[in-house]
């Protein structure tokens, strides 16, 4: 089975500090996403990496950056957390790019105070 | 402008009885079209895909869903609720090319009750 795996399941933060959120996958996945989950907006796409050290803009890039050093870890850095990035953070892999089934982390729970 | 949409917030269903949770699309092409369920206090699960062929796709759980061109819709369905299939449920689309980009719809509260 794949496995995606969250650094954290909650997280409590204050306004201003930088915020790692990472991810790793253990299926030689080439697609990596990261999503924020909201009430009433479902899912929205921040960004996501289809190879090693490359990276795509989601719908809601502005805000965060991403890494991907390594095929496996996928890393989401909020460079000064606001409040409104409280939210439900998820992780996705897929194997292709198309059509492919994308497999989830059990999401990281932000709260910036 | 690309969308998925999920029409209901919730959808309420006696244990035993049928259920259909609703989706339409506004994607340009051939789009492939999945489910996801979301059970509490967990990551995103895959139900079930529509790349193409047959209009009616089985998944996991005994759900199924039934693809309408004509319609742009791929309404999620199941002939008898079971108490464990409350959860949420995603619907979502992606553009038929090597764009690995997928929109999700707002998502839609399942209650099946006893």
């Known amino acids: 089975d794949v496995k995606v795996t969250q650094s954290s399941r909650y997280l409590v933060k204050r306004t201003g500090e930088k915020v790692f959120l990472e991810c790793v996958q253990d299926?030689?996945?080439?697609?990596m996403f990261w999503y924020r989950q909201d009430p009433g907006l479902g899912l929205r796409l921040i960004y996501f990496?289809?190879?090693?050290?490359?990276?795509e803009k989601g719908d809601i890039p502005e805000g965060y950056s991403v890494s991907r050093e390594k095929k496996e870890r996928f890393s989401l850095i909020l460079e000064s957390a606001s409040t409104n990035q409280t939210s439900m953070y998820l992780c996705?892999?897929?194997?292709?790019?198309?059509?492919?089934?994308?497999?989830f982390g059990p999401g990281t729970r932000l709260t910036v105070l | 402008a690309q969308s998925v949409a999920q029409p209901e917030d919730q959808v309420n269903v006696a244990e035993g009885n049928p259920l259909t949770v609703k989706c339409t699309y506004s994607?340009?092409?051939?789009?492939?079209l999945f489910w996801y369920v979301q059970y509490p206090n967990r990551g995103l699960q895959f139900l079930l895909k529509?790349?193409?062929?047959?209009?009616l796709v089985k998944g996991s759980y005994g759900f199924e869903a039934e693809f309408n061109k004509s319609q742009t819709s791929f309404h999620l369905k199941k002939p008898s609720a079971l108490v464990s299939d409350s959860a949420l449920y995603f619907c979502?689309?992606?553009?038929?090319?090597?764009?690995?980009?997928?929109?999700f719809g707002s998502g839609t509260r399942l209650s099946i009750r006893p």
């Open positions: 996705a892999s897929s194997l292709l790019a198309g059509g492919d089934t994308q497999y």
């Open positions: 299926m030689d996945h080439e697609n």
């Open positions: 990496s289809y190879d090693v050290k490359m990276k």
């Open positions: 994607v340009s092409g051939n789009p492939y």
């Open positions: 529509y790349i193409t062929g047959d209009n």
């Open positions: 979502a689309a992606q553009r038929d090319s090597s764009a690995s980009k997928i929109i």
